[in-house]
C-alpha cells in the first residue's frame, strides 16, 4: 500500500504525542499535550506532516517558523515502519512548503547527537551540514510553550 503523506489533522495529534514519545526524543518537548499541538499547528499552518499508510499514521514532522528562518523540531518514525524513503518524503515535502511560504533559510533542532534515537545520520545522507561558525549556547535555549496560547487567537 503506498504511503499517503499530508498535513497533521486533528485526527492524528493524539498519535503524533505517542511516536514521539515512543522514540523517546522528547528533547524539544515544548509540546506534550493534544492541546499544545493543536494550538502550534494554528501558528505554524500547513507545515507539520503525517505519513500514512492502511490508515494509520507511521511518522511524523513537526515544523514551523521563527521570524525569517523556517525550523524543524521533531521527525519520528514508527519503529515497525520499514520504508526506508519516509524520513526523506516527509523532509521534501516539509522543505517544499517552507519555500512556498518565503522561508528560505532553514534551522534545525535535531536531538543530542549522543542520543541513540538522534537523526544526524539522516541530515548527512540527505546533504545536510553543520555550520562550524555557529556556536551552540552555553545553557539550552529557553523554547517557547505553546500551551499557553489561546486556541482563538490564531
Known amino acids: 500500500m503506498p504511503i499517503d503523506i499530508r498535513e497533521i489533522g486533528e485526527q492524528d495529534l493524539e ?3 505517542e511516536l514521539w514519545q515512543a522514540t523517546g526524543d522528547m528533547s524539544a518537548a515544548m509540546i506534550d499535550s493534544a ?19 492502511n490508515d494509520s499514521v507511521v511518522a511524523v ?13 521533531q521527525l ?7 520504508d526506508p524513503h519516509t ?14 511560504k518565503g522561508y528560505h533559510r532553514l ?6 547527537p549522543a542520543s541513540p534515537d538522534n537523526h544526524h545520520a539522516l541530515w548527512g545522507r540527505i546533504a545536510w551540514g553543520t555550520r562550524p561558525t555557529v ?20
Open 15 to 17: 498519535r503524533a504525542l
Open 35 to 53: 492541546q499544545g499541538l493543536a494550538n502550534f499547528l494554528k501558528v505554524n499552518k500547513g507545515l507539520s506532516l503525517v505519513a500514512v499508510e
Open 61 to 73: 514532522l513537526l515544523c514551523g517558523h521563527e521570524g525569517g528562518k523556517g525550523q524543524l523540531y
Open 76 to 82: 519520528a518514525v514508527d519503529a515497525g515502519h520499514t
Open 87 to 100: 524520513s526523506r518524503r516527509l523532509l521534501d515535502k516539509a522543505l517544499h512548503k517552507l519555500r512556498a
Open 107 to 112: 534551522r534545525l533542532k535535531p536531538a543530542d
Open 135 to 154: 556556536v551552540p549556547p552555553p545553557q539550552p535555549c529557553e523554547t517557547p510553550s505553546y500551551e499557553s496560547l489561546d486556541p482563538q487567537a490564531a
